[in-house]
């Protein structure tokens, strides 16, 4: 079985978020499971064809082989390519992104003719890619890519690539699709739209995503497209990186430890991470830490209205991460007003994210909506307790904590609201401070498995039904 990844983005070539991590992993976890992976991308002025070995093989396609069945196809071009960023720059898209991806869709299936490639399917991610679909099925019906069958798995379902109608004709295809039934929404293209209703299989990235974008909260308007498809959508949970995300081997953090030194392990990163950011060294208040994005969907807002009632307790507080100003000023504040109590810095830094979920005690997580989530399962994998908002990938992934039976992994609230919050970070200290049942959350964290292998499982039996079909 072949299968092409077409993607805006993988690790390590190119990343902004989850998308890159799952287009850059999954297809590794597939390989290991004998099944034989091309992925797409295109061409970007940052990636190194140097470092990473990338050779040409004409002036439209570049190549680098990862191993014996995983290659990497990229797509050139002189002008959409030589750009600093993925999307765009300083917080804008760039202007022409209907051109560029639609250019992408396009060569990615040409390229696939081009190297008489047998592909059984064609996964397509997001809307980047979502042209693909109708691309095949009206302009490749008779190429050796007739067979293929189509994926489309939506990451985000906030970010559809809609543009201006009057732009339609650059997208070479017939007026049909310039029809409310595939790519016309609401006087305007979208992408996303179009790949939904035409591709063999949608799939997202968590089982509780794939029912909440059904609802007119989460389906962002497309949720009536997505119950008017025969096959319904499939939710297939994201993995982790165990070699990048393993304190048993994270040569980033001060001390390495395994499931069975757990305590002792934290204890010294905890201390480590207190003094890289200059708080007081005591393993007797419990550490809380928020890393991503400050914007509104991660929950920022919320942190925010109980930051000044939660200072006031006997805590620890650490914030790292780049968002909108106004948030990165507030946070400063309170950082200025009580330094022995918060730290936050608004440059990332990977190196640093590593020591502050190894050192830990609790994650701060209060997404808004959240596909899938890849924090929290970061942060199970370093035995720190995530408390989250009971949405999408993290119903999935984290389980309340029953101190009577010992089980779960985690604290959810289930109102996003300050005073649910609230109560969510009061019940952590509690529990802080009753060292047994502390203890059993911690290592019910670390227990948790979200290996790529289990989700490469899930896709190849996605990939055997519709072959079958």
């Known amino acids: 079985m072949h299968i092409t990844f077409c993607a805006a983005e993988a690790v390590p070539f190119a990343q902004t978020g989850g998308l890159g991590d799952v287009c850059g992993s999954l297809p590794l976890a597939l390989t290991k499971r004998d099944v034989s992976v091309t992925i797409l991308l295109p061409r970007y002025k940052f990636i190194d064809a140097k470092k990473f070995g990338i ?5 439209n396609l570049s190549r680098v082989v990862i191993s014996s069945n995983l290659d990497v196809y990229f797509i050139e071009h002189d002008y959409y390519g030589k750009r600093s960023g993925i999307y765009g720059d300083n917080g804008d898209d760039y202007p022409d992104n209907l051109e560029r991806f639609q250019y992408f869709c396009a060569q990615s299936l040409k390229a696939l003719e081009q190297l008489k490639r047998k592909t059984d399917v064609i996964h397509c991610h997001d809307w980047h890619t979502a042209l693909i679909p109708i691309y095949l099925k009206e302009q490749h019906k008779h190429s050796s890519l007739a067979k293929a069958k189509t994926i489309l798995t939506i990451h985000n379902m906030a970010h559809q690539g809609m543009f201006p109608r009057e732009h339609y004709p650059k997208l070479g295809l017939p007026a049909t699709y310039n029809s409310p039934h595939y790519l016309e929404y609401f006087g305007q293209i979208n992408f996303l739209k179009g790949g939904i209703v035409v591709s063999d299989k949608v799939t997202t990235v968590s089982k509780q995503y794939a029912r909440e974008i059904l609802t007119k909260e989460f389906g962002c308007g497309l949720e009536g497209v997505l119950k008017s498809r025969r096959e319904p959508v499939t939710g297939i949970i994201n993995g982790i990186n165990h070699e990048v995300w393993n304190p048993e081997t994270d040569t980033t953090i001060a001390q390495t430890y395994t499931k069975g030194e757990v305590t002792i392990g934290k204890t010294a990163n905890k201390a480590k991470l207190q003094e890289l950011v200059k708080l007081p060294l005591r393993d007797d208040v419990p550490l809380f830490a928020f890393v991503s994005r400050l914007v509104h969907q991660k929950g920022v807002d919320l942190i925010l209205e109980v930051l000044e009632q939660f200072l006031a307790m006997d805590v620890q507080v650490v914030m790292l991460g780049t968002g ?73 992934t984290v389980k309340p904590f029953d101190a009577a039976r010992r089980e779960g992994n985690g604290l959810l609230f289930k109102n996003f609201t300050k005073k649910d919050f609230f109560q969510a970070l009061r019940q952590a200290m509690e529990l ?22 289990h989700a490469a499982e899930e896709y190849i039996k996605v990939y055997q039904c519709l072959l079958s079909a």
């Not at 990332?348 to 609790?362: L, S």
């Open 432 to 453: 802080y401070q009753d060292k047994e049942k502390f203890h059993a959350l911690r290592e019910n964290a670390l227990a948790a498995d979200f290996s790529w292998e």
């Open 324 to 396: 909108d100003r106004q948030y990165e000023k507030q946070v400063k504040a309170y950082a200025d007003k009580y330094p022995k109590k918060i730290w936050a810095n608004f440059q990332f830094d990977d190196d640093m994210a590593h020591q502050v979920y190894a050192g830990a005690d609790f994650f701060l997580m209060p997404s808004r909506f959240e596909p899938c989530g890849l924090s929290q399962m970061i942060s199970m994998a370093y035995g720190t307790v995530p408390i989250t908002f009971k949405t999408g990938g993290l119903v999935d």
């Open 55 to 59: 050779t040409p093989v004409d002036k």
